[in-house]
């Protein structure tokens, strides 16, 4: 079984550009959440998608948006970046949407 | 609104037990879980119990509940070098984990 698995494992970027994180969900699990990580806090929650809708929404502005795929795979969007946004980035699956939730490896974003 | 607070610093001995405490607010979390997180790494769960429990045992790993004051603990049984990491505490809300800022365990050799 594989488990949750997301790309790129880092990046950077530079303030006002966009950027797409990528994860796939763990086989037979449905619902995608998103978590922000910033250094020396515990994650916050960004949002979750379910069956390819929105499914919650923690405290983050409308640039920060997400997709989900027929496949579960979902997509975590960023747009005008500033440089609060760095951190690491989680995507959690899980097979219904109040189910235990399975994290991935993150993706490390730093904002220049 | 939901409000996780844990310790942020324990020191133990290789050998020793490791108890780490975790308060939390929200009296209607179905499941309260407790994930682990090495450095540059993603979250592993560790283990999670039901709120109708009061305790639950999973070999080295000890979860207690006190609902009454909203009080969670992980006690790690025989630490080793090799749980030297960030707990993480989670209390879960409509849709989403609620998580504490980590508990940094540090194992002495």
């Known amino acids: 079984e594989t488990g949750v698995t997301q790309s790129p494992t880092h990046l950077i970027k530079t303030r006002g550009q966009q950027v797409t994180l990528r994860c796939s969900s763990q086989s037979g699990h449905n619902t995608v959440s998103w978590y922000q990580q910033a250094l020396g806090q515990g994650p916050q929650f960004i949002f979750q998608?379910?069956?390819?809708?929105?499914?919650g929404r923690g405290n983050f502005p409308p640039r920060f948006s997400g997709l989900q795929f027929p496949n579960y795979s979902s997509e975590l969007n960023v747009n005008a970046l500033e440089l609060d946004d760095s951190a690491l980035y989680l995507c959690?699956?899980?097979?219904?949407?109040?189910?235990?939730?399975?994290f991935g490896p993150g993706t490390r974003l730093t904002v220049l | 609104g939901e409000d996780v607070e844990q310790s942020l610093f324990l020191s133990v001995r290789e050998g020793d037990s490791s108890v780490i405490n975790c308060t939390y607010t929200?009296?209607?979390?179905?499941?309260l879980y407790w994930y682990k997180q090495e450095p540059g790494a993603g979250l592993q769960l560790l283990t999670y119990?039901?709120?109708?429990?009061d305790m639950k045992q999973d070999q080295r790993l000890t979860v207690l509940l006190n609902k009454k004051d909203k009080h969670l603990s992980l006690r790690i049984a025989d630490t080793q070098t090799g749980d030297s990491a960030i707990y993480f505490c989670a209390e879960t809300g409509a849709n989403n984990l609620f998580f504490g800022t980590g508990t940094r365990l540090t194992v002495i050799p």
């Open positions: 959690a699956s899980s097979y219904q949407r109040s189910d235990t939730q399975y």
């Open positions: 119990i039901f709120s109708n429990m």
């Open positions: 929200d009296s209607s979390s179905t499941y």
């Open positions: 998608y379910y069956r390819e809708e929105e499914n």
